[in-house]
């Protein structure tokens, strides 16, 4: 053991960082079983570049944020399959897997739409692999989707054994850094960028200074590491050394300000179809701000032109919202008048977005305490979430949102499956 501070304090709880393994293939292969085996790959929003990918498109050298239309006839060539990003199914997913979580566990920390961290139970802390080994074949057998699992102490650690078991076959999916055993093999072979927390910079200072693994991180001295990186520094120095530092966030922090944007699928010119765009977007943003429970003080639009070409022209305002809301009517209302103080004439415009700020607590709205007519757009806005949910698509919309429209992102390869769909796999027992 290199350092005199690893394991002084061995802790006797336990954490797993679960991560999905090529969520958003593992998604769209849940209704299409025949891909199994096969490549596989899913794009992001306009069809743009590579951002899930199945172990077969890894193995034939297909990157992460790959532009798609470099390696489409390769792809074409090795039949693979290809598919537009439908995020709200891959949302939905998700929350079937963290429920799964939910129902092992006393406490989860769901980290993304892909990972959680989870408290192993007492009951587990025993036979900690043989209980991620369970908790795994649940999540398959429940959902479908298979995920790796990390046990570690400590949430840092945890990430590097997720990542070795879902490298290593013969894991199973499961790979454990416990106290008391020998961290050195894995820690030696991981390189410094790869520990989480580590971002580029750090990296870069690092390796130029020798410490150029996780392992030479975990036993650089901690007064070194504190002048150079500072507490979080430290800290994740100590993670590595089996001691946690980074607790469990159980509450989601609800977001400062929310912000819905997209790039065109082709330029907008009228005014008409761009104050329709900036009604989609409040709309998506106003449901955000619902399901967080917050208010909205104030909106601001933007509008764009290619920056590729000149003239260049960009604008946003921002509007106040005298009385703070989650109301659709106000928001459109407020968005597009917004819209209107900045449109120009015979632009092409190639991006637009809406940014809710400002934002406070809704309880007091949910309990009634604001005006009738506040009350009303609210209540209003949360029925037709509801309906809309229940429905799983959107039935309830404004009518000049319906058809085909030129700003929507290009979808050529959207799988088609609804959310409604989502009733044909089993139920979570
Ligand atoms: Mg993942």
Redesign the pocket.
């Known amino acids: 053991m290199g350092h005199p501070g690893a394991f002084l304090k061995p802790c006797e709880e336990l954490l797993v960082l679960c991560?999905?393994?090529?969520?958003f293939v593992s998604c769209e292969r849940l209704f299409r079983p025949d891909l199994e085996g096969r490549p596989v790959v899913v794009l992001s929003s306009n069809d743009g570049v590579i951002i899930s990918r199945s172990n077969e498109a890894k193995a034939l050298g297909i990157k992460m944020g790959e532009p798609y239309f470099r390696v489409r006839s390769f792809l074409e060539r090795r039949g693979s399959a290809v598919f537009s990003c439908n995020f709200q199914l891959y949302e939905e997913i998700s929350a079937r897997v963290m429920e799964v979580f939910r129902r092992a566990v006393p406490s989860i920390e769901v980290y993304?739409v892909?990972?959680a961290f989870l408290e192993v139970p007492p009951a587990g802390r025993e036979r900690p692999v043989e209980w991620g080994r369970e908790l795994r074949a649940a999540v398959l057998k429940q959902t479908g989707i298979p995920?790796?699992i990390g046990v570690a102490p400590a949430k840092t650690a945890a990430k590097l054994a997720a990542e070795r078991g879902?490298k290593r076959p013969e894991t199973g999916g499961v790979f454990a850094l416990l106290p008391g055993e020998a961290w050195d093999d894995l820690l030696g072979q991981v390189p410094v960028e790869d520990v989480w927390g580590i971002g580029r910079r750090w990296a870069d200072f690092l390796r130029r200074r020798g410490v150029s693994t996780a392992l030479r991180l975990r036993d650089t001295p901690d007064d070194w590491l504190e002048k150079h990186l500072g507490v979080r520094g430290l800290r994740t120095a100590w993670e590595l050394r089996g001691i946690r530092c980074f607790p469990l966030e159980e509450a989601e922090k609800p977001q400062k300000s929310i912000q819905s944007s997209r790039s065109f699928a082709s330029p907008v010119r009228s005014r008409e179809s761009l104050a329709e765009a900036v009604t989609e977007f409040a709309l998506v943003a106003g449901k955000r701000l619902r399901s967080q429970t917050s208010l909205a003080g104030s909106l601001a639009v933007s509008i764009s032109t290619s920056r590729f070409r000149a003239p260049f022209y960009g604008a946003s305002a921002e509007v106040p919202l005298e009385t703070p809301t989650d109301s659709d009517i106000t928001l459109i209302k407020a968005a597009t008048g917004a819209l209107a103080s900045i449109y120009k004439e015979g632009r092409d415009y190639e991006k637009a977005a809406v940014c809710l700020g400002r934002l406070s607590s809704a309880e007091a709205v949910q309990l009634g305490l604001f005006g009738e007519k506040t009350n009303r757009g609210s209540a209003l806005s949360r029925a037709a979430d509801r309906l809309n949910e229940q429905a799983g698509r959107r039935l309830l919309l404004p009518a000049a949102l319906l058809g085909e429209k030129e700003w929507r992102p290009r979808k050529d390869r959207h799988s088609g499956v609804r959310l409604e769909d989502l009733g044909t796999l089993p139920a979570i027992s």
Do not use: L, Q
């Open positions: 991560d999905c393994n090529n969520f993304s892909d990972e995920v790796s879902k």
